[in-house]
């Protein structure tokens, strides 16, 4: 879905001055607002990355713009001429002593912008679940409905998801921020952090990058920061640590304590955590966490459904009731059974088209004036398929899942 949004961009951009003229600095920064987020979507349609990157600095320096109009310092405002692809030198103030060099910052800023995305999966692309889907969805409607007068209901701020590899945390965690949206409905900033690949590369910065990252998704506000592999940063801290890992994680708890505090009403973080080891995490990051959300193997009646989403909903036939391949499919995980259905469907695709290869080296132009056919699958396809694939969390691994789950809520 290609949208052409540089047009809006440059009439939001110019309500913005027109206001900022009439001295309406509010009704600025939310035009200001809005052009950032439309930039947002602007910067996930950029065919090459130096676009990508480039749009989505311009989203963060509208961003600070319009925060400083809210809070009544515009000395800077004057570098708001939209329309061009300029990056202009706005800054976030860094905060506290701790504030990185300036060619530092400018790197770990480009860090952080880097882990910006627009999430693009919806609650119907993911099978199953259905009461944990209503349980987010609650939480996510009582923080952003209205308050009753005279009652203040805190703000969910902090969801971990645990359970086996491949049954749907990213998944849920992208829809999740699919579905926070702005006021101009336009879906949250998606920060997907995976902790090891940070770790590894920036390890000495990854203190700085975590009080970065929750600095930038204040200003994008609303913003979703995913924190994939949990258990690699907030291990138990007994376990061999390093100072560099202390840092990190009392960093961390900050952020996590700030959140409420320094939000101001108008500005909504979700932290979504997710981890396959949740008893390797630290108790003291643990109990930071209101909901603890158990992300099971798929039963029977989700598998049917999962195998749907990736059959059927694909434009494949099957001869074999959905019925019977959801028992066929005891023990897997949702990614299991994704590469099942990959697996089958290729395996019929190559059978009915033999002539493929030939095609190609004959040149493109033949490859491309062919029309690749299909069958419906067959008993035998899945069989075939069935043969490679084998689940990889156990019954007694499942059962620890569960046994923790308990644990935890005994609390
Ligand atoms: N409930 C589901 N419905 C549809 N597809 C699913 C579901 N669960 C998993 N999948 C498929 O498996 C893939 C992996 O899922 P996902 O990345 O959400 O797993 P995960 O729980 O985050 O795994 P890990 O713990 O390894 O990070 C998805 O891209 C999707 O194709
Ligand atoms: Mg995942």
Request: hydrophobic share 35%; charged share 30%.
């Amino acid at each position: 879905m290609e949208m052409d949004l540089h047009e809006p961009i440059k009439r939001t951009l110019a309500k913005a001055r027109q206001h900022f003229q009439a001295g309406e600095h509010d009704k600025a920064a939310s035009c200001y607002e809005k052009a950032a987020n439309l930039l947002g979507v602007y910067a996930e349609q950029a065919t090459s990355r130096e676009a990508e990157t480039r749009r989505k600095k311009m989203a963060l320096e509208y961003r600070e713009i319009a925060r400083r109009l809210r809070s009544g310092d515009t000395a800077d405002e004057r570098d708001s001429d939209g329309g061009a692809e300029r990056p202009a030198a706005a800054s976030r103030p860094a905060s506290g002593s701790g504030a990185p060099a300036p060619q530092a910052a400018g790197e770990i800023r480009s860090i952080v912008t880097d882990l910006m995305h627009q999430a693009n999966v919806t609650w119907d692309d993911i099978g199953g679940l259905d009461d944990t889907k209503d349980e987010i969805k609650f939480a996510l409607g009582m923080t952003l409905a209205k308050q009753p007068p005279g009652v203040r209901i805190a703000a969910w701020t902090k969801i971990l998801f645990f359970g086996p590899p491949g049954t749907g945390k990213t998944l849920l965690a992208a829809a999740t921020s699919r579905a926070v949206r702005s006021s101009e409905g336009v879906p949250s900033v998606f920060y997907n952090v995976k902790i090891s690949s940070v770790l590894s590369k920036y390890f000495g910065e990854s203190s700085k990058i975590v009080s970065e990252l929750y600095g930038t998704a204040r200003d994008t506000s609303p913003s979703v920061v995913f924190l994939d592999e949990f258990e690699a940063l907030c291990g138990k801290r007994d376990a061999g640590d390093t100072g560099a890992e202390r840092r990190i994680l009392s960093t961390l708890l900050a952020e996590l304590d700030g959140m409420d505090s320094k939000g101001r009403s108008d500005i909504y973080v979700l932290t979504i955590a997710a981890t396959n080891r949740p008893w390797d995490l630290d108790p003291a990051v643990l109990s930071r966490f209101e909901k603890k959300i158990l992300i099971p193997l798929p039963d029977e009646v989700t598998r049917e459904k999962i195998l749907r989403i990736h059959l059927e909903r694909k434009g494949f036939k099957t001869e074999v009731p959905y019925e019977d391949l959801a028992k066929a499919t005891e023990g897997f995980s949702g990614r299991e059974i994704e590469r099942f259905c990959k697996e089958v469907t290729t395996g019929m695709i190559e059978q009915m088209n033999h002539d493929i290869p030939g095609l190609v080296d004959k040149g493109l132009e033949h490859v491309k004036g062919y029309q690749l056919r299909v069958r419906e699958l067959t008993r035998e396809d899945f069989d075939a398929a069935g043969r490679l694939i084998h689940p990889q969390t156990t019954r007694e691994e499942m059962n620890k899942y569960l046994r923790w789950k308990e644990s935890v809520q005994e609390e």
